[in-house]
């Protein structure tokens, strides 16, 4: 079984492949400050949640956008596990043709994204990852990274108007019944939600007057199955996009 690792800025996806079947899916908050002793203990309390055993991993793979820990995690896995550990980046095999300026720039969760949505939907694609910030990538009709598109993520907006102001409140990631709210928090939620999703359909059209054809759109994140429903395009929303693609990186590289 492989333990694949993606650590986002506010989120740590934890997840079990055994083969190409997904047997562990779990996320936990990231935390700078831990140490590699309590990560593995963190990972060892989900894999008895599921009655695996450390001795069932044969091999890890961790994919980062915050290598400031990614030596404590790889310190981790290999402390719990013993096994290989492989992180994303150069030099690791993962057979994306990556368009762009200078492609060591490219995060390793679009990279990893980008693998698994090839392997699995129709060409051209508009990948959507909603975390920490909103990213979007495009994929040509032959599969080759063109590039993308960064922006705040919805929960990061929020939480950065509610800083800045004082009337504003926390909200939940949750539809009004109507785009014109009638008090803070409809209107807070209308903007989250409503304008996110007008922001990606109006993304979706743009990109796709680029790529030249109507292209395959899929969503990932945590906050996309609050979002892509409300938008006017059709959206596939895949939670495990990052497992799927962290599972075909690390055989390529067996």
């Known amino acids: 079984m492989l333990f694949a690792v993606d650590i986002g800025n506010t989120n740590i996806v934890a997840g079990v492949m055994d083969d190409d079947e997904i047997r562990v899916f779990e996320r936990i908050t990231t935390d700078r400050n831990k140490t590699d002793l309590e990560y593995a203990v963190i990972f060892k309390n989900?894999?008895?949640?599921?009655?695996?055993?450390?001795?069932?991993?044969?091999?890890?793979?961790?994919?980062?956008?915050v290598p400031e820990i990614?030596?404590?995690?790889?310190?981790?896995?290999?402390?719990?596990?013993?096994?290989?550990?492989?992180?994303?980046?150069?030099?690791?095999?993962?057979?994306?043709?990556?368009?762009?300026?200078?492609?060591?720039?490219?995060?390793?969760?679009?990279?990893?994204?980008?693998?698994?949505?090839?392997?699995?939907y129709p060409l051209?694609?508009?990948?959507?990852?909603?975390?920490?910030?909103?990213?979007?990538?495009?994929?040509?009709?032959?599969?080759?990274?063109?590039?993308?598109?960064?922006?705040?993520?919805?929960?990061?907006?929020?939480?950065?108007?509610i800083s800045k102001t004082s009337q504003l409140v926390g909200i939940s990631f949750s539809a009004?019944?109507?785009?014109?709210?009638?008090?803070?928090?409809?209107?807070?939620?209308s903007g989250s939600v409503f304008g996110t999703a007008a922001m990606m359909d109006g993304m979706i059209d743009r990109i796709s007057e680029e790529l030249g054809e109507p292209a395959s759109v899929i969503a990932t994140g945590g906050l996309a199955g609050?979002?892509?429903?409300?938008?006017?395009?059709?959206?596939?929303?895949?939670?495990?996009?990052?497992?799927?693609?962290?599972n075909i990186i690390y055989k390529k590289n067996s």
């Not at 051209?124 to 080759?144: E, H």
């Open 176 to 189: 009004p019944k109507h785009a014109i709210g009638k008090n803070t928090v409809e209107s807070m939620q």
């Open 46 to 65: 989900i894999l008895d949640l599921y009655q695996i055993t450390a001795s069932d991993i044969d091999g890890a793979i961790v994919s980062s956008v």
């Open 124 to 161: 051209p694609q508009i990948i959507f990852d909603l975390g920490t910030a909103t990213t979007i990538s495009a994929i040509d009709k032959d599969g080759n990274f063109l590039g993308g598109v960064i922006t705040a993520g919805v929960r990061t907006s929020v939480e950065s108007i």
């Open 70 to 120: 990614n030596s404590t995690l790889k310190n981790a896995l290999k402390k719990l596990f013993g096994c290989r550990v492989l992180i994303v980046g150069p030099g690791v095999k993962t057979g994306l043709n990556i368009k762009i300026d200078d492609p060591a720039q490219l995060g390793a969760d679009m990279v990893v994204a980008a693998v698994a949505c090839i392997n699995e």
């Open 226 to 246: 609050y979002i892509a429903p409300y938008c006017r395009h059709s959206i596939i929303c895949d939670d495990n996009l990052l497992l799927k693609g962290l």
